[in-house]
């Protein structure tokens, strides 16, 4: 069969702000998709030449090495603080830092809550796959009730280890927040929403209406000790009734942006 | 310009704003916060970024992303509060980015106390945070050489692309002085090539620490101390007191040192040839005088408001060859100028000793005056 005469339609083509390399990321790990979102959008937006980005500690420590955009690498949670120390000097760029839930939820707590009671303009995106990925799978302030960690072995005991925190739920009561919000990327449908949940987030710090931060809903197959598969539906079934998607704070300003 | 009656504190920031510091991020501790408020007001005036953090976590690595932008950045805190910033002043010595650090000295260890003290030697001179790098240290004695070495650690933190700390004690941050602070400069326009700023269509910057491949971390640490070699030979300052004809030396830094100073000046109107040497940078540390006099002087006393800090600096250089003692006060005690006079008629009445160590004869007799 000769091919060559089917019409062809680019249906996805690698963001130029996106590095051509391959990640060190494991098979199925959502952190890719994530990256493809933030880099499509900010080249849709213009804004690569003009963006700094803000690392984190975690799988995600490396991520400078995948955009084409001026990094910098914070310490284990201090990225928002990073960024407010850039944002403030440099307050025409767009600053966001890239941060996973062990680095932003658990040792970051502070630093995330007082970016965002300050109103701080820097965009977050936040992984959340309830689970430390770098270290190995140990149990990370967002693991489920009951879930398996390489530190929680029998499943955590929320009377023994505590309950698991809803970042976005929290962030959402500060006033200093402008924009919060929770998807998911397990499936097309949701990855298509977190885009424009990011696209949105960045165009809140563009128009100086406060911070911005969407959590995404991420899988650790590898963790997990799951199918690439098997995990996406267990972001379905067990995250999404402890973490359900929607729109936490969404401030009157930031509802008049149409994306 | 006249001389004002002014604080340290206000003076340091007064000092750090006209000498271009564009962003101040902090957090408060006594005996600092003056430093912190007077920025508060100031800063927001000339449309610079002043933050107070939401802890000295949140200051340094506020300050770490905005030194990654090259602009002139700084903070300030107090013993507990420098503690907490060590891991950042890691991460920014790694990163080779400029900053200027403030510490205000006060009783410790733990919550201690507010009162002046100079038991941060050891965390700023010698490190605290992890791996190896080393911080210029500046330990002025006087509102006045607190002000001069202010504009001093910004250009020696952007020569060098190192951390410039000021090292006060609590009683330099609190005094009020006559002291003239220089006119206000302009910005720094010039923005290096290694800064942050978005690509804006050139190649990318990346500002980071980490670096995984040991070898190519070992080059890094190598350039480190290089440099650091580089302002051991470079940026030595000290001040010299009746160092001449002297036969005894004390050798003090900050608060101490200008107490000693009274005590020297007693000493010698009873006639005792002594003299009183001051490192103003006790990191690089003024090796080379030292190692001069001890071929000069017949013994060295050596005076901090610490355990003796300072004093195994001093050991390391005069190595045995002449006798050292020891006093000091510890916990925020300030010692009386005649405390020092006491000890330095010790030294000269003698006997005079190189066994041992100084501090144990030091404790034993602290033992009797604390009970």
């Known amino acids: 069969m000769v091919v060559t005469d089917v019409p062809t339609k680019l249906v996805y083509d690698r963001p130029a702000a996106l590095d051509p390399r391959v990640t060190h990321y494991c098979p199925g790990c959502t952190h890719g998709v994530a990256h493809r979102l933030v880099a499509e959008v900010l080249q849709e937006m213009g804004e690569v030449e003009n963006t700094i980005g803000v690392a984190s500690v975690g799988c995600s420590v490396f991520a400078y090495n995948y955009f084409d955009i001026d990094f910098v690498e914070a310490a284990h949670g201090r990225a928002p603080a990073m960024a407010t120390g850039i944002k403030r000097v440099l307050p025409e760029r767009t600053v966001f830092t890239y941060q996973g839930d062990g680095d932003l939820a658990s040792i970051g707590m502070g630093e995330v809550v007082g970016a965002a009671s300050r109103g701080e303009n820097i965009t977050i995106m936040f992984i959340n796959n309830a689970t430390y990925g770098m270290t190995g799978g140990q149990m990370a302030p967002t693991t489920l009730p009951g879930q398996v960690t390489s530190s929680s072995p029998t499943g955590r005991d929320v009377d023994r280890q505590g309950h698991p925190i809803q970042t976005s739920e929290l962030l959402a009561t500060l006033e200093g927040s402008a924009y919060i919000v929770r998807r998911s990327l397990h499936n097309a449908r949701e990855i298509r929403r977190a885009k424009k949940a990011i696209r949105t987030a960045f165009e809140v710090q563009k128009q100086g209406l406060g911070f911005s931060l969407v959590e995404m809903l991420s899988n650790c197959p590898t963790n997990w000790g799951m199918t690439a598969v098997e995990s996406r539906d267990w972001i379905e079934e067990r995250m999404l009734t402890y973490y359900p998607l929607g729109d936490y704070k969404v401030s009157p300003a930031v509802a008049e942006i149409k994306v | 310009m006249a001389k004002e009656l002014i604080k340290g504190n206000t003076a340091v920031a007064e000092a750090a704003l006209r000498a271009g510091l564009e962003a101040y991020f902090g957090y408060p501790i006594t005996p600092q916060s003056e430093l912190l408020e007077h920025l508060s007001a100031r800063m927001p005036e000339l449309g610079r970024p002043f933050v107070q953090a939401e802890s000295e976590l949140g200051a340094i690595n506020m300050v770490y992303g905005a030194a990654c932008t090259g602009k002139r950045v700084m903070t300030s805190s107090s013993s507990p509060g420098v503690s907490l910033m060590m891991e950042g002043l890691s991460y920014i010595a790694g990163t080779e980015v400029p900053m200027v650090l403030v510490d205000v000295v006060r009783g410790g260890p733990g919550l201690g106390n507010i009162a002046p003290a100079q038991g941060d030697y050891n965390q700023i001179v010698h490190g605290g945070g992890h791996g190896d790098y080393r911080m210029i240290v500046l330990a002025p004695a006087s509102v006045q050489e607190a002000v001069d070495l202010t504009a001093l650690a910004f250009d020696l933190a952007d020569k060098y692309r190192a951390i410039a700390c000021i090292m006060l004690d609590g009683s330099i941050g609190q005094m009020m002085e006559p002291a003239e602070i220089p006119p206000m400069q302009p910005l720094k326009t010039e923005i290096p090539d290694w800064a942050v700023r978005g690509t804006q269509g050139g190649e990318k910057r990346l500002l980071t620490s980490i670096n995984l491949d040991p070898p190519a971390q070992e080059v890094m640490n190598h350039r480190l101390m290089t440099r650091w070699q580089e302002i051991e030979a470079n940026e030595v300052r000290y001040k010299g007191y009746y160092l001449d004809d002297a036969d005894y030396v004390v050798v003090g830094f900050g608060t101490a040192g200008r107490i000693s100073l009274s005590a020297v000046r007693a000493a010698r109107e009873k006639g005792i040839k002594i003299g009183l040497l001051r490192p103003i940078t006790v990191a690089p540390f ?55 006079l006491t000890e330095i008629n010790r030294l000269v009445d003698g006997p005079l000793t190189t066994d041992g160590h100084p501090r144990n004869r030091w404790l034993a007799r602290l033992a009797e005056t604390i009970g």
């Open chain 2, 286 to 340: 003024p090796n080379e005088i030292l190692d001069e006099l001890t071929q000069s002087v017949k013994a060295f006393l050596v005076v901090e408001m610490n355990s003796g800090q300072m004093l195994e600096d001093v050991r390391l250089v005069v190595r045995g060859r002449k006798p050292v003692e020891f006093f000091g006060r510890m916990g925020g005690v300030v010692p009386f100028p005649d405390e020092v």
